[in-house]
């Protein structure tokens, strides 16, 4: 049986989906490899960023709308496709999955000239994920949270650390609204 690795997450993501497709080590006696992909991914766990999923149009805190994210499911349920597109051109993409190894969500995002590489899970009915990045003026945490609201809006909270989280500026506070 392919175990996903710690180390490289997204590699291990990339591997259990081509070997389950190719049908080696399929999982589960008697089901076909596309039944072990959905089976596998079809826990609660891997559920739990779905609050997410949606056309949206984003806005500050003021109410001007600041950019539009799609976010869909992808690999058989096994992972999260977001699709940045800013107000002002600029755009971004990230691959969200949930590890059962580790028992934690990922993120990896590229855009707006940044790499982040983001770990955590739900705290208090909110996804958090963090990850640390170098930058010229030394290392930073990022922080970021996902609190889904109860008129079905997502509001997004990305804070910044370069005190080792000590304390925390803000970075971004959206609000995600659906853009039916």
Not at 43 to 69: K, L, M
Not at 92 to 117: I, M
Not at 138 to 163: F, L, M, N, T, Y
């Amino acid at each position: 049986m392919l175990r996903l690795t710690p180390a490289f997450p997204i590699l291990g993501l990339i591997a259990f989906t081509a070997t389950a497709v190719s049908g080696q080590d399929a999982g589960v006696p008697g089901q076909s490899a596309e039944e072990s992909i959905i089976a596998a991914c079809s826990g609660p766990e891997h559920r739990q960023f779905d609050f997410w999923i949606g056309d949206w149009q984003v806005a500050d805190t003021s109410g001007n709308v600041v950019g539009s994210n799609k976010i869909t499911r992808v690999a058989n349920g096994c992972g999260l496709n977001e699709y940045w597109r800013g107000a002002n051109g600029n755009n971004g993409t990230s691959l969200n999955w949930y590890e059962p190894a580790t028992g934690k969500w990922y993120q990896l995002w590229v855009g707006l000239g940044l790499y982040l590489r983001l770990s955590g899970g739900l705290e208090d009915g909110k996804m958090v994920l963090s990850g640390e990045r170098e930058t010229s003026q030394g290392k930073v945490i990022d922080r970021i949270s996902w609190i889904p609201q109860a008129d079905q809006s997502v509001r997004q909270v990305w804070e910044v650390s370069r005190d080792a989280g000590q304390t925390w500026q803000p970075v971004f506070n959206g609000l995600y609204i659906t853009s039916d």
